[in-house]
């Protein structure tokens, strides 16, 4: 049995989108991708923030405000993944 209450249902898209995006330095996915230091890494990483941004409903990474993602966002994703049968190493990346 779960330990843990997890939503049923997506998150409102409208918590987490912004209408514009926000420039590159203030823009937490475009800081973190550029913090990586291998290019495989950015485009592993890249890949996974897209497949979670369309799991939310988003067609682009940079259509979210990642800083307002919670943990019910966080068990939203991971349920979705792990009801798609994905291996434990792919969720927990």
């Known amino acids: 049995m ?12 409208h918590e987490l989108s912004q209408w514009h995006p926000a420039p590159i330095e203030k823009n937490p996915a475009a800081l973190y991708l550029l913090s990586l230091r291998s290019i495989n890494s950015r485009e592993v990483m890249w890949r996974v923030m897209k497949g979670i941004a369309l ?3 988003f067609d682009e990474i940079e259509a979210i405000q990642w800083e307002k993602l919670r943990h019910t966002h966080v ?3 991971i349920n979705e993944a792990i009801a798609r049968d994905l291996k434990p190493s792919s969720i927990n990346l």
């Open 2 to 13: 779960p330990t843990h209450q997890t939503p049923l249902v997506a998150p409102a898209k």
């Open 55 to 57: 799991v939310l409903g």
């Open 75 to 77: 068990q939203f994703i």
